[in-house]
């Protein structure tokens, strides 16, 4: 009877520390709520190799820097990051519906930078895009690729849903503010946006540099710079520093600059 209550505390006690070693195990974590460019130039490309190198877990949730902003407000991630400044990232916040009463509860700081690409499929053929046609292709007037220098084709506009820093910045440098045209094929991520690109004819859309390969075609363009830029509320939490430290240190192998 004895060894039996004793074999009953024993296995009444594993729990206890499987949950305590689970809770070890995964202790040296961050998540992160992210756009475009900060995913696709730096935190996939770290992922992997930041908790090989230094034991520190990157949990990336790819929703774009409006909902990235409010899982951080709601206490659900530990730092948002997208490809605008930090006044950008206010008004876009502003113009979404969800302003920022008082921007100062929030750290920010610049990571990395970002070139915005004009993605389009392999059948258009336009070797570079000016600063007018490209405002005429993205406001819906140019509707066929023969008015800017293209072939015969429709023009169709894939527009991400998940990318709102990016479709901002080329919409401040590039078209002057003027909004986009409202027929549009619509999407996600990054990634996503270039895949339904390469597969539309006469489809183009746009994405940060990182995402560039041989499946879509990538006109010259005026050159669409903008900051990376990581928020979290408060001071950073050490594990944040952490990563932070490693992507200015040992993490600059990975990223795209």
């Known amino acids: 009877m004895g060894r039996f209550r004793f074999a009953c ?15 070890f195990a995964f202790a040296d974590e961050v998540k992160v709520g992210a756009g475009a460019a900060p995913s696709q ?25 409006v909902e990235a902003l409010k899982d951080l ?28 009463a008082d921007p100062s509860v929030y750290k920010s700081r610049v990571i990395g930078k970002d070139i915005v690409k004009v993605l389009a499929n392999k059948d258009v053929g336009v070797k ?9 292709i993205f406001t819906g007037k140019a509707t066929n690729w023969k008015e800017v220098g293209g072939p015969d084709l429709a023009v169709k506009v894939v527009w991400g849903s998940k990318i709102p820093g990016t479709q901002n910045v080329f919409q401040k440098q ?4 003027v909004p986009y045209l409202k027929n ?9 946006i270039k895949e339904t690109v390469s597969k539309t004819p006469g489809a183009v859309g746009l ?33 944040i520093l952490k990563m932070l430290n490693y992507i200015t240190g040992e993490g600059q192998k990975y990223v795209v600059k």
Do not use: H
């Open 9 to 23: 505390k024993a296995l009444l006690c594993i729990p206890a520390v499987f949950f305590a070693l689970t809770s």
């Open 41 to 65: 130039n730096i935190f996939t490309k770290i992922q992997q190799p930041m908790e090989k190198d230094i034991g520190l877990k990157l949990t990336l949730i790819n929703n774009g820097p």
């Open 73 to 100: 407000d709601g206490g659900k991630i530990d730092a948002a990051a997208g490809g605008l400044t930090f006044a950008d990232w206010m008004s876009m916040m502003e113009k979404s519906g969800y302003p920022i």
């Open 128 to 136: 570079s895009l000016s600063k007018d046609q490209l405002k005429a």
């Open 174 to 177: 590039v078209m002057d503010g």
């Open 184 to 192: 549009v094929i619509e999407s996600t991520t990054a990634p996503q």
């Open 207 to 239: 994405g940060p540099i990182s995402i560039v390969d041989a499946s879509v075609l990538v006109p010259s363009i005026q050159e669409v710079g903008r900051p990376i830029t990581l928020v979290t509320r408060g001071a950073p939490s050490p594990n």
